[in-house]
C-alpha cells in the first residue's frame, strides 16, 4: 500500500485510499473517549464533548486520575481492567452507571452507561456512551433466539441471505438492510436487500443485484472492518468531538482509534452516504476464516438513528452466527464439487500412471477427461513427446503462446482470463482462448484448458469510472462520490468465465499427482526399454581369430535410453557383417524400433552380403512399416581373409578407418538419405566404398552422440574422433578413450563404439 497521507492532509476522490482512517484525532459525538495511562489511570486524552455527557470539561479532567474526577460503579469496572493482564475487550461491553457532575439541573444525578474498553499506543481507551439500562440474558437471548433460528432453517445461500437481510432489519429498525459480497477483486456486490417499502416509508428504490467497484472501500478500511465487527454512524450530520491533546503525550503520535466504535469516520465517506441519501448508519463484518467475506449494511433516511446498545450488541452476535451460517452454505456447494473434482482427479492420476496408453491420449480420450475436471471448452495436452487435445482449442501456435508466456512468468500455474489483453497477438482466437489455464511440468510437457469470451453485461451502482473521469476534467469538477445512484451498466467483453481460487488449487494438485504418476511411469518405462535394449545387444562378440572386435554403449546423461544399436553377425560366405544404427527418440518406443530394426537386418544379411542392398531393403521395410521413425545406420562387411571392406551408409556418420602408419582417416561415403527416407525412383541402395584392412588396422563405427556437442559444430567433434584415435591399434583401449574423452561428458544422447582391429604389433596410444 501507498503511504498514508499526514493527519490533516486534504482528502479527496484522488487520494482517499491514502486517507489515515485510523487516526483521524477525533471521535463522533454520541459517546466520549477518554485515554488513561496506566496503571496509575490518569487522564492523558479526552474529547472535547465530555461536558456533554460527564459534566466535566477536558480541562478538569487532563492529568487528574480517572476515579477522582468519575464517580459511579463505572470506576471500579475501569480499575478492575486495568489490573488485569489480559485484554479488556474480552470482558467489555459493560453496562453500568456513573454520576455526573452538576453542570446544570439535567445533568446532576446518576445515568446509565454503556462502556468499551481497549488499549492503544499504550493508554487504556475508555468509550463511554448513554446506555439504556442493563442488559439481561433474558433481553439478549429473546431477541436473537428468533434469528438464530431462522438461520438455521435457511438451506441455500440465497434463503440465507435473505434471512440475513430481514432479521437485522427486524432487530435494528433500519430502513434498509443490505447483504453485500466482496468478489476476488474486492467489487461488492449487493446479494440480499431487505428494505421499508411501505406507503409511509421513505420510497426506497431498491440496490438489489448492484455492484459497487473495490475503491468504495479502499483496503485500510475493510482492514478495520476485520479488526471491528460493528461501525455505527448514528448522525451523518454529526461534527466531530476532537481529541484533547490531539496526539498521545505517551508517544508524541497521533491515537490510533482503529479498535474504537465511536471513532470519527472519514468525510469521503460521509460525503458519499449524504448523496445516497442516509442519515444513519451502520455494518456489520461477515468473515471468513481470517478474511472480510462481505458485509451486513444498514442505512437509515428518516433521520438519525441509534439502536441501543443491547441491540447492537444482538446484532454483532448475528453477524458472527452468519458468518459461519453464510460461508458454510457458499461452501457447501464448492465442497460437493471438490469432492467430485478429487475423484475425478483419482481416475486420471490412475490413468496416466498405467502404461497400457499414451499419457496425453489417456487424459482426453476417455470417458474420463480432463474436461471433467475444470469446467472448459476444451484442453489441449503435451506429455511424453505426445500430444492431445478434447473439445475446442485454438491452433498449435496460439497453445505455444500461451505456454510461452507462462514459462515467462516463472509461473507453474497461471490463470489467465483476459488473454487478448495481455497478449494482443492471440485476439483473433477469442471465441475459444479468451480464458486460459497453464499447467506447466516439465521442460515441453503442458497441460492448457481455454475458455471463450462470455459477453456480459454488469449493472453498476453508478459510474465505477466516476473518480477517473472526474479526475480528466480537472478543476471544473469537485471530486467527490458519485451524485446519483441510479443503476449504471457497463459491457464487458474480451473477458472469459474466471477461473475460481478452488480451481486453480485444483490443477495445481493435479500438476502434482501428474509429476509424481509421470515420473513413476517413466522409470518403469525406462527400466523396461533399458531390459529391451540390453536384450537386443550382443551379449558377447564373436570371436574371429586374427582380429579384435570390442564394442561399447553408454547411455545419455541421466540414464535416458536412446535407439543407438550394434551388432557383428558372420554370414554364410564367412564374411563379417559390423552394424551401427541410430534411432531418434529415447524410452520404450526408441529401443521397440531399434529391435525390429536389427532383426529385419540380421535376416537380410541371410540372403546378401552386399551392404548397400541390406540397407535398401531395411529402408523399404522402415518405409512401408514404420513410417514415424526416424533412424539412420551403416554397415561393413569385411573379409577375414584378406581385409577387404566394403562400407554403405544410410544418413550415418562416416566411419574411421585408422592405418597402420597410425594415420586416422574418414573412409569417404556417398550420401544417402536416412531409412525409410527413399530417393525418388531409387531401385539400388546407396553405393559402396571399399578399402582394405592390413594388419595393425582398425576400423570404427560410432553413433552421432559420439561426436556432437551442444556448444560446437560436428566438424569439430570429428576432428576431436581422428585426434584420438590417430596411432591406436588396440580395440578396447581405443572404446575406453573414445568414451571418456570424445563424447559430452553431460550429452543428452547415447553414445555408442565398435572397433574392429586386424591384429598385429601394438602401438601405445597417444
Not at 488513561?36 to 470539561?57: F, H, K, M, T, Y
Not at 493508554?123 to 439478549?140: A, K, N, Q, W
Not at 475460481?500 to 502434482?512: F, G, K, W, Y
Not at 536384450?535 to 535416458?560: I, M, T
Request: include cysteine.
Amino acid at each position: 500500500m501507498t503511504d498514508l497521507l499526514a493527519v490533516g492532509d486534504v482528502v479527496d476522490l484522488t487520494n482517499c485510499d491514502r486517507e489515515p482512517i485510523r487516526v483521524p484525532g477525533a471521535i463522533q459525538p454520541h459517546g466520549v473517549l477518554i485515554a488513561l495511562s496506566e496503571p496509575d489511570l490518569v487522564v492523558r486524552q479526552v474529547s472535547a464533548n465530555s461536558a456533554d455527557l460527564l459534566g466535566i470539561e477536558p480541562t478538569d479532567l487532563i492529568g487528574r486520575r480517572f476515579t477522582e474526577v468519575i464517580q459511579g460503579e463505572i470506576t471500579e469496572a475501569v480499575e478492575e481492567a486495568a489490573a488485569g493482564s489480559d485484554d479488556p475487550a474480552e470482558h467489555f461491553p459493560l453496562s453500568t452507571t456513573l454520576t455526573r457532575h452538576a453542570h446544570g439541573p439535567d445533568l446532576a444525578g446518576d445515568v446509565d452507561v454503556d462502556v468499551l474498553l481497549h488499549r492503544s499506543g499504550g493508554l487504556l481507551v475508555v468509550e463511554i456512551e448513554p446506555g439504556s439500562g442493563p442488559m439481561s440474558f433474558d433481553s439478549t437471548y429473546r431477541v436473537t433466539r428468533r434469528s438464530v433460528s431462522r438461520i438455521n432453517r435457511a438451506t441455500d445461500p440465497t434463503e440465507l441471505f435473505d434471512v440475513a437481510a430481514s432479521e437485522v432489519r427486524r432487530l435494528t429498525g433500519f430502513d434498509r438492510v443490505m447483504v453485500y459480497r466482496f468478489d476476488s477483486s474486492w467489487n461488492g456486490e449487493v446479494v440480499a436487500e431487505d428494505l421499508d417499502d411501505s406507503p409511509e416509508g421513505p420510497g426506497l428504490n431498491s440496490f438489489l443485484g448492484l455492484r459497487y467497484p473495490a475503491s468504495d472501500i479502499p483496503a485500510q478500511a475493510r482492514a478495520l472492518y476485520l479488526q471491528s465487527w460493528l461501525r455505527l454512524i448514528p448522525d451523518i450530520d454529526y461534527q466531530p468531538a476532537a481529541l484533547v491533546p490531539v496526539d498521545n503525550p505517551m508517544t508524541g503520535d497521533p491515537l490510533d482509534l482503529g479498535r474504537c466504535g465511536l471513532r470519527s469516520v472519514s468525510p469521503i465517506h460521509v460525503e458519499y452516504l449524504k448523496n445516497m441519501g442516509v442519515r444513519a448508519s451502520m455494518s456489520i463484518s461477515l468473515i471468513d476464516k481470517g478474511e472480510l467475506w462481505g458485509l451486513i449494511v444498514c442505512h437509515h433516511y428518516a433521520g438519525p438513528h441509534r439502536p441501543p446498545y443491547e441491540v447492537r450488541a444482538a446484532a454483532e452476535f448475528l453477524g458472527q452466527t452468519l458468518s459461519l451460517r453464510l460461508v458454510d452454505s457458499v461452501t457447501a456447494a464448492e465442497t460437493a464439487a471438490a469432492l467430485a473434482a478429487r475423484s475425478t482427479l483419482a481416475t486420471l492420476t490412475a490413468l496416466v500412471a498405467g502404461e497400457r496408453e499414451s499419457a496425453a491420449h489417456a487424459l482426453t480420450g476417455g470417458h474420463v477427461t480432463l474436461l471433467n475436471l475444470l469446467p472448459a471448452t476444451g484442453v489441449a495436452v503435451s506429455l511424453g513427446g505426445e500430444s492431445a487435445t478434447a473439445g475446442a482449442v485454438p491452433s498449435a501456435d496460439v497453445v505455444a503462446g500461451l505456454v510461452a508466456h507462462a514459462e515467462a512468468t516463472g509461473v507453474d500455474v497461471l490463470a489467465l482470463d483476459t488473454v487478448p489483453m495481455l497478449l494482443p497477438e492471440l485476439i483473433d482466437s477469442v471465441d475459444t482462448a479468451c480464458g486460459a489455464l497453464v499447467l506447466r511440468l516439465s521442460a515441453g510437457e503442458f497441460i492448457v484448458w481455454v475458455r471463450p469470451e462470455k459477453v456480459r453485461t454488469v449493472i453498476w451502482g453508478g459510474d465505477p469510472h466516476n473518480k477517473a473521469i472526474a479526475a480528466r476534467e480537472g478543476d471544473t469538477v469537485r471530486l467527490s462520490p458519485r451524485k446519483s445512484f441510479e443503476a449504471w451498466q457497463e459491457t464487458v467483453r474480451l473477458r472469459s468465465e474466471p477461473w475460481s481460487v478452488p480451481q486453480v488449487e485444483l490443477a495445481a494438485t493435479l500438476r502434482h499427482h501428474l509429476l509424481d504418476a509421470l515420473y513413476g511411469r517413466a522409470r518403469r518405462l525406462a527400466t523396461v526399454a533399458e531390459t529391451l535394449q540390453r536384450s537386443l545387444l550382443p551379449d558377447s562378440l564373436p570371436e574371429l581369430p586374427g582380429w579384435s572386435l570390442y564394442a561399447d554403449y553408454s547411455p545419455a546423461a541421466g540414464g535416458d535410453v536412446g535407439g543407438d544399436w550394434y551388432d557383428v553377425v558372420q554370414l554364410p560366405s564367412g564374411q563379417v557383417a559390423c552394424v551401427l544404427g541410430d534411432v531418434a527418440g529415447h524410452g520404450i518406443m526408441a529401443a521397440g524400433t531399434m529391435g525390429q530394426l536389427r532383426h529385419g537386418l540380421r535376416a537380410y544379411l541371410m540372403e546378401t552380403d552386399s551392404p548397400a542392398q541390406v540397407l535398401m531393403r531395411l529402408s523399404r521395410l522402415v518405409e512401408q512399416l514404420l513410417p514415424q521413425a526416424l533412424a539412420t545406420a551403416t554397415v561393413v562387411v569385411v573379409d577375414p581373409a584378406t581385409g577387404v571392406a566394403r562400407v554403405a551408409s544410410a544418413g550415418h556418420p562416416p566411419v574411421c578407418h585408422v592405418t597402420s602408419s597410425g594415420n586416422a582417416e574418414l573412409v569417404a561415403v556417398q550420401p544417402w538419405p536416412p531409412l525409410g527416407v527413399l530417393p525418388s525412383g531409387a531401385v539400388e541402395g546407396p553405393s559402396e566404398t571399399e578399402f582394405a584392412l592390413a594388419s595393425g588396422e582398425s576400423v570404427l563405427l560410432y553413433s552421432d552422440g559420439l561426436v556432437e556437442r551442444r556448444t560446437e559444430d560436428i566438424d569439430a567433434g570429428l576432428a576431436r574422433l581422428l585426434l584420438l584415435s590417430t596411432g591406436s591399434v588396440d580395440a578396447r583401449q581405443l572404446c575406453t578413450v573414445l568414451m571418456a574423452d570424445c563424447r559430452e561428458p553431460d550429452g543428452e544422447d547415447d553414445a555408442t563404439v565398435l572397433v574392429l582391429t586386424r591384429d598385429g604389433s601394438a602401438r601405445r596410444i597417444e
